[in-house]
C-alpha cells in the first residue's frame, strides 16, 4: 500500500516534471513572436504593419511551436491569416514558372486604336473589312481578334451600327464647306465693332473679309465679292456654305455664291453647333488674340487682325489637319 502510493507520488512529479519541460518550447517561440512582432513596428512607426516575406515566413514556422488555441493572443494577425501564409509558402514550393511565352502575342495598343478608329469613321465596315484595310498596311491579325477588339469598345456589327452621325457625316464632306458668321468686339469705349469671318472646313483656312461698325446688306455682298474673287478656280471645290439666320445675309449675298454654284445652307434658329467650326475659331479668336488686347478704334482692330491669320493658317498647329496650314493673304477692308 504504502509503495503504491509513494509509487503515484513519483509519476506525478515525473509527469509535471516532463509538462515543464514540454512547456518550455511553446514559451520560448511565445516570446519570439513577441520580440519580432516589436522589431516591425519598430520599423514603421506611426503607421499600419506591413508584414514581408521574411515576416510571414517566421510566423507560419513558429505557429507549429505553438498551440492553435493560443494563436489569437500570441500573433498580430489572425489564425485564418497564418494558415493562408502557410499555404502560401507550399504553393510557391511547389510552383513552376516556365519562362517561355506561350499562346498569341497581344495586339498593340496603337493597333486597337487604329482598329477603333476605322469602325466608327466607318460604319459600314464589319471587322472581315477592317482585318483586310489591316493587312493593306502591313498588320497581319486574324478577324476574331479584330471582332474581339471591337466588341471590348461596345461598338456593334456593321449591319446593327447606327447610321453616321452629324461628326461623321461632316467629316466626309469637311473639304467641301465653307462656314461664314459675324464676330462682335467691344472698344475700349464700348463702341460695337463687326468682323466677318470665313473658314474652310476641310483646310481650316481662316479668312476675315472685313471690319465695320455699321454693317449693311450691301457690305455684306460686297465682302462675299471680295471672298470669290481671292478664292478664283478654288470656289468650284466648295459647293457648301453654311450660315446662320443673320438678316445681314440677304437674299443678294446669297446669290453671290449661288452663280458659282455653291448651295446655301441656313441653321436652324438658336442652334450653334450646327456651325460648330465657325462658332470654335470665333472662340479661339477671342481667347488668344481679342481678350489679352484692348482695341481703340475700328482701324486698329483691323491693324490686329491683318497679322492674325499669317499666325493661325501658317504657324499654328491645327487639331483637324493635323498640322500647319497654307495662308493665302485676305485683305481686309479698312
Not at 59 to 66: E, G, K, Q, T, V
Not at 173 to 178: L, R, W, Y
Amino acid at each position: 500500500m504504502l509503495l503504491s502510493l509513494i509509487y503515484r507520488v513519483v509519476r506525478c512529479l515525473f509527469g509535471l516534471l516532463a509538462v515543464l519541460v514540454r512547456s518550455d518550447a511553446p514559451r520560448e517561440a511565445e516570446l519570439l513572436v513577441l520580440r519580432h512582432e516589436n522589431q516591425v513596428l519598430r520599423r514603421q512607426l506611426g503607421g499600419r504593419p506591413r508584414w514581408g516575406r521574411a515576416d510571414r515566413l517566421w510566423f507560419a514556422a513558429l505557429s507549429r511551436l505553438i498551440q492553435r488555441r493560443r494563436w489569437a493572443e500570441v500573433f498580430p494577425v489572425t489564425p485564418a491569416t497564418i494558415l493562408r501564409w502557410h499555404r502560401g509558402l507550399v504553393a510557391r514550393k511547389w510552383t513552376f514558372t516556365d519562362k517561355r511565352r506561350r499562346g498569341r502575342p497581344c495586339t498593340r495598343r496603337p493597333v486597337k486604336a487604329v482598329i477603333v478608329r476605322m469602325a466608327r469613321e466607318n460604319p459600314t465596315w464589319g471587322h472581315r473589312r477592317i482585318e483586310g484595310e489591316l493587312a493593306r498596311l502591313g498588320y497581319t491579325i486574324a478577324a476574331s481578334t479584330v471582332w474581339e477588339i471591337l466588341h471590348a469598345a461596345g461598338i456593334d456589327p456593321a449591319p446593327r451600327r447606327a447610321g453616321p452621325s452629324w461628326r461623321q457625316f461632316l467629316t466626309a464632306q469637311a473639304h467641301a464647306i465653307i462656314a461664314c458668321d459675324f464676330l462682335m468686339v467691344e472698344t475700349i469705349l464700348l463702341k460695337r465693332l463687326y468682323v466677318l469671318v470665313f473658314i474652310e472646313h476641310g483646310t481650316r483656312r481662316l479668312r476675315l473679309a472685313g471690319v465695320t461698325a455699321h454693317p449693311t446688306g450691301a457690305w455684306t455682298v460686297q465682302q462675299a465679292r471680295n471672298l470669290v474673287m481671292d478664292l478664283g478656280e478654288r470656289i468650284a471645290g466648295l459647293p457648301f456654305l453654311i450660315h446662320d439666320r443673320d438678316p445681314l445675309f440677304t437674299v443678294a449675298f446669297r446669290e453671290v455664291f449661288t452663280t458659282e454654284g455653291l448651295r446655301i445652307i441656313t441653321t436652324l434658329p438658336r442652334t450653334p453647333r450646327m456651325n460648330a467650326i465657325c462658332e470654335r475659331v470665333i472662340g479661339t479668336l477671342r481667347r488668344e488674340l481679342l481678350d489679352r488686347i484692348l482695341i481703340l478704334s475700328e482701324r486698329h482692330l483691323a491693324l490686329v487682325l491683318r497679322e492674325y491669320p499669317i499666325h493661325y493658317n501658317g504657324g499654328r498647329t491645327s487639331p483637324g489637319t493635323n498640322g500647319p496650314r497654307t495662308w493665302q493673304h485676305s485683305p481686309l477692308a479698312t
